[in-house]
């Protein structure tokens, strides 16, 4: 079990890693905690990539709860790359993902 600033570490890293690959879109899995009352890490990580936004540095981020076709945002995404259809999450309002835009 990461600590939040290990898990935020391991965020940045692999978004960067994700840039420098050249893919635009990435399926973050940070849980919903163990407790299943929220958890730190869920929370940290939807504020950094928030900040993120915020700097210009990622696109879009779409936290699980929104992560369904009726969602403008996801809805604008799905349609840009129709591949999402297939996601598993898609629809399920899972609060342990977070779909980001690069």
């Given at each position: 079990?990461?600590?939040?600033?290990?898990?935020?570490q391991h965020l940045d890293?692999?978004?960067a890693r994700a840039r420098q690959t050249g893919c635009g879109v990435v399926k973050l899995v940070h849980g919903y905690g163990s407790t299943g009352a929220g958890g730190e890490?869920?929370?940290a990580a939807q504020r950094r990539l928030m900040e993120m936004?915020?700097?210009g540095e990622i696109r879009a981020c779409i936290?699980?709860?929104?992560?369904?076709k009726s969602d403008e945002q996801a809805w604008a995404l799905i349609k840009a790359r129709p591949e999402l259809?297939?996601?598993?999450d898609l629809g399920k309002?899972?609060?342990?993902?977070?779909?980001?835009?690069?």
């Open positions: 079990m990461p600590t939040v600033a290990q898990a935020l890293r692999e978004l890490i869920r929370i936004k915020g700097r936290f699980g709860e929104s992560w369904a259809k297939q996601d598993t309002r899972n609060l342990g993902i977070t779909i980001v835009v690069l």
